[in-house]
């Protein structure tokens, strides 16, 4: 019994998805409304499903293209990539790579870059929670073991890495202004959910990025002010390194080590 449930699961979706189905052969009639008919309200309410999904998700992107051009996107999307997920929320994570090798969306890469932006923003609000560092937490840390301390941050913090004015178009479009034109750049941005549950992102500069960069590497506390020792006097590392510290913490992307 479970076979052929599962085989007829199998033939529906493949209907669903506009492929060849005998599945109509083992629908029942019922009503005035012809087997053929009540299938493809099925498959249009499907299709409308997995369309609303991605227009939720990338709400600034769709403002970015206009309604002709978001639709184009929309349909070669859904005709190019099947959902392999139970939830709806992962449905839409190849839409970056589809935008950055498909016609005409390739040639715009500020297009893929926003819709990745967008992407980062949803996988920081969805992360799991751990417990936060606080402040306090510090003055606990014995004096001799700061040399050998490894960071743990957030689950939702991310890195994303702007090759484009992405973020300020978006920001200009989320505020309903004119967004300026786009330009390539280099510039680094930090996302993440704060005590808040609210998704913030910050601009990093390089030297901040470094830090986070050995901090992930699993580098202790030692390395990172040996990294800040390149560009700042010895007797300045110890500060600068506690006040990035106090900085992340109040922005809330460090947790306790497990």
């Not at 939830?87 to 969306?105: C, I, K, N």
């Not at 923003?121 to 004096?143: C, G, H, K, S, W």
Request: glycine share 2%; with cysteine.
């Amino acid at each position: 019994m479970d076979s052929l449930l599962a085989t007829r699961q199998h033939q529906l979706l493949a209907y669903l998805l506009g492929e060849n189905s005998i599945i109509s052969e083992h629908i029942v009639s019922q009503g005035n409304i012809s087997i053929m008919t009540r299938l493809e309200i099925y498959r249009n309410a499907y299709q409308i499903r997995l369309k609303k999904t991605i227009e939720t998700d990338h709400e600034i992107l769709g403002l970015y293209l206009g309604d002709a051009l978001f639709d184009e996107m929309v349909e070669g999307y859904l005709n190019n990539h099947v959902s392999h997920y139970t939830s709806l929320r992962q449905f839409a994570d190849s839409l970056p790579h589809y935008l950055a090798t498909t016609s005409p969306f390739i040639d715009y890469p500020i297009i893929s870059e926003l819709a990745a932006f967008e992407r980062l923003l949803l996988t920081a609000f969805d992360a799991a929670d751990i417990q936060r560092m606080t402040p306090e937490y510090l003055t606990t840390v014995p004096t001799e073991q700061w040399p050998s301390l490894h960071l743990t941050f957030h689950p939702s913090m991310q890195i994303f890495s702007a090759h484009w004015n992405t973020v300020e178009i978006w920001q200009a479009l989320k505020a309903c202004k004119t967004p300026p034109a786009a330009n390539t750049t280099q510039a680094l941005w930090i996302i993440w959910r704060n005590n808040e549950r609210l998704t913030e992102f910050h601009s990093l500069s390089p030297e901040e990025h470094q830090l986070i960069h050995l901090a992930l590497q699993g580098k202790p506390l030692a390395a990172m002010c040996d990294a800040l020792l390149a560009n700042h006097p010895a007797e300045n590392t110890s500060q600068l390194i506690v006040d990035y510290l106090l900085s992340w913490i109040e922005r809330g992307v460090l947790a306790y080590n497990n």
